[in-house]
């Protein structure tokens, strides 16, 4: 069985790094009542909140595209202006949190999926 790579000494490997990126691009792409997302490494699947579980403790500096796509979910900044250098840690936290937020969001049983769907619309079924 395949497991996420370790840090070494808060440092990530590129592979992890690289694994961080596909998170966030699969976080953008959850679509509403589908269940969090995953990512694959070496065939195993993982969910995104995995990944970001991982890389809680890299001290390693987060490249600058991404840094970009992580300030665009958050509406406090995440440093000051004249730093735009944050580690990948800080950024594992914030999406560990928006994952987390996202989840409780989610309807967890079909009345509650059939509900958000017909939202706003005619009932499907009448008693």
């Known amino acids: 069985m395949s497991h996420l790579p370790e840090l070494h000494d808060g440092h990530a490997p590129i592979t992890l790094q690289q694994l961080f990126g596909e998170a966030l691009d699969a976080y953008d792409d959850w679509e509403p009542g589908s269940g969090e997302p995953t990512v694959t490494h ?7 909140s995995a990944v970001f579980e991982r890389m809680r ?9 991404l840094v970009v796509i992580v300030k665009e979910r958050v509406t406090k900044p995440l440093t000051n202006e004249a730093y735009d250098q944050i580690p ?3 950024a594992a936290r914030v999406m560990g949190i928006l994952v987390r937020r996202r989840r409780r969001s989610e309807p967890s049983d079909i009345a509650g999926l059939i ?8 009932a499907l079924v009448r008693g």
């Not at 070496?42 to 995104?48: A, H, K, L, N, R």
């Not at 403790?57 to 595209?65: A, E, K, R, V």
């Not at 509900?115 to 005619?122: A, D, F, L, S, Y």
């Open 42 to 48: 070496d065939g195993q699947v993982y969910p995104i």
């Open 57 to 65: 403790s890299c001290t390693d500096i987060l490249p600058n595209n």
């Open 88 to 90: 990948f840690s800080t």
């Open 115 to 122: 509900e958000m769907m017909t939202q706003g619309r005619p």
